[in-house]
């Protein structure tokens, strides 16, 4: 069993950055797949970044691309997302997911139903 715990939300305003860390309790998730997804209020959970199990791959969606960085610390046994240029419409509730799959492409690692362990969340709240 995995138990992931997100840590690194806050209140930031527009323009500024944040760094999100997932860590992995219980066994490592050094070959796991991991990926970043986010609710906002009123709105559907939405794909936000994955790194594929090996790590060779990484994926983002549109709208955090050349901002956000998904980066993998194994002797922590923690993901990490660095978060830069922060925009309002990027508030929500940020949450880490591991897959026992061993996945690799973007359609199966935006999936959140490809995921078996997800974090508590993190609120990321973004001003104008």
């Known amino acids: 069993q995995v138990q992931l715990v997100e840590s690194g939300g806050g209140l930031v305003q527009a323009g500024g950055s944040l760094r999100l860390s997932c860590a992995a309790r219980?066994?490592?998730?050094?070959?796991?797949?991991v990926g970043w997804f986010r609710q906002a209020p009123g709105k559907e959970r939405e794909f936000v970044a994955a790194s594929s199990w090996s790590g060779a791959s990484t994926y983002y969606v549109d709208s955090v691309k050349g901002r956000f960085t998904i980066s993998r610390d194994n002797a922590q046994n923690t993901v990490h997302l660095q978060m830069n240029t922060l925009k309002p419409e990027d508030t929500a509730v940020y949450y880490c997911?591991?897959?026992?799959?061993?996945?690799?492409?973007?359609?199966?690692?935006?999936?959140?139903?490809?995921?078996?362990?997800w974090g508590q969340g993190t609120q990321v709240t973004v001003s104008s």
């Open positions: 997911a591991a897959s026992r799959r061993r996945l690799a492409l973007l359609n199966s690692l935006a999936d959140g139903a490809q995921y078996d362990y």
């Open positions: 219980g066994r490592t998730f050094v070959n796991y797949p």
